[in-house]
């Protein structure tokens, strides 16, 4: 078991946990970022597209210069940024077991960074909004409090997805169904309505369908780890195997390496929402154990 000399209340705010703390938002950030840039480009293009159709025709040739230059880019980012994903969840990988107390893995395939590696990215960097991290774990005992740090991260990231893959495929559905009314309307001839109106359409919906289709990889990677252990946590032991620590920390690390961190704008309007669920959660755990004789 991991050592319990201090809990993860304390642990969690001791400098060099502190650090990578700031070292994983700067990773993630950056990509959060780009992704931001990204999506209210394609969403301008998407409004531009559906305004100059119906009332401007002044920008059609130029709308399909753009949006085949947004498609481009989508590509690129998302290629430069698998590297970035990887670099931040390994950093988030080895926060954990710093946070929990235990060695890191044998097997990994990507390099775990030492902490004198990781300082530098922290330097003059405010760390007050990273302390304090993990808020709830006093209602429960120190030993199952590695687990409710692994759910916490599940749970956050499965009920953010839940709702951004609903929005984004209904969103899709919704501005895919508007432009074949649109260019039904129109009547134009089919070579001039593809570059006129499906050719800037196609961003912004690969945006929305990707969005979608990442949320569901997510949830199918986070659903079992998730109930796996609010059913733990639901029993009276008070132990954990550094064993299922280590098979979370797998799908958690699959998770990071593969999910591009949401929009700014999206994430925003979900994250207070998605807060106040966590808290309530482990509120209704920590009342459903059953008293230890």
């Known amino acids: 078991m991991p050592d319990q000399a201090s809990g993860i209340s304390e642990r969690q705010n001791q400098p060099e946990l502190l650090a990578l703390r700031v070292a994983i938002f700067r990773t993630f950030n950056r990509l959060k970022q780009v992704n931001t840039v990204v999506f209210y480009g394609t969403l301008l293009l998407a409004v531009l597209t559906v305004v100059d159709n119906l009332w401007f025709h002044r920008l059609p040739g130029s709308l399909a210069v ?6 481009v880019m989508e590509i690129i980012y998302r290629l430069w940024g698998q590297k970035q994903l990887e670099a931040g969840a390994v950093l988030a990988d080895l926060y954990d077991y710093r946070l929990y107390g235990l060695p890191v893995p ?3 395939t990507v390099r775990h960074p030492s902490i004198t590696d990781v300082m530098p990215m922290a330097a003059g960097v405010d760390t007050t909004p990273f302390r304090d991290w993990y808020e ?3 209602l429960f005992p120190p030993a199952l409090q590695p687990l409710v740090c692994q759910l916490i991260n599940a749970t956050w990231d499965y009920q953010v997805r839940v709702r951004l893959s609903q929005a984004a495929l209904w969103s899709a559905g919704v501005y895919g169904v508007g432009i074949v009314a649109l260019a039904a309307g129109l009547n134009r001839p089919f070579r001039e309505t593809a570059v006129t109106l499906l050719l800037p359409a196609l961003p912004f919906l690969y945006q929305l369908l990707v969005l979608h289709v990442e949320s569901r990889t997510s949830l199918l990677n986070l ?6 252990i609010e059913a733990m946590l639901r029993r009276a032991d008070a132990t954990v195997s550094n064993e299922t620590l280590y098979a979370h920390q797998e799908h958690l690390f699959k998770h990071r390496a593969s999910a591009f961190p949401i929009p700014n704008v999206i994430h925003n309007r979900v994250k207070g929402n998605v807060a106040t669920e966590l808290q ?3 509120e209704a755990l920590s009342s459903e154990r059953p008293s230890v004789p």
């Not at 753009?66 to 498609?71: D, E, H, N, S, T």
């Not at 659903?223 to 796996?228: E, L």
């Open 136 to 138: 709830g774990l006093d």
């Open 280 to 282: 309530l959660c482990l």
């Open 223 to 228: 659903h079992g780890v998730k109930n796996g």
């Open 106 to 108: 044998t097997g990994r």
């Open 66 to 71: 753009v949006a085949a230059l947004i498609l």
